[in-house]
């Protein structure tokens, strides 16, 4: 089988007057009381979802929440991890 022809491709450059260099400030790392609130709300939301499968019937507020008990302890967990997006 005959052997096909290598091409020879000039090397792209990009036009200089489309772009502009910018310069992006470096954001430092996250400060101590923002990992610590992260975690803490994490922590909260599995507690909260715990203590209503071990005594939700017995504490008065939580019985009277029900099924969204469910949906404040997911809630709060969502907001911890959704937090963890701008940790540094």
Not at 23 to 43: E, N, Q, T
Not at 82 to 88: A, F, K, N, S, V
């Amino acid at each position: 089988m005959p052997k096909s022809k290598v091409r020879k491709k000039d090397v792209y450059t990009a036009p200089s007057d489309r772009r502009t260099p910018v310069k992006v400030k470096s954001a430092g790392p996250s400060h101590p009381i923002y990992v610590a609130v992260m975690l803490g709300v994490m922590l909260i939301g599995l507690a909260w979802l715990v203590v209503n499968y071990i005594a939700g019937q017995k504490i008065g507020f939580m019985a009277d929440l029900g099924n969204w008990n469910f949906a404040i302890g997911f809630a709060l967990m969502i907001a911890g991890l959704l937090m963890t997006m701008r940790w540094r």
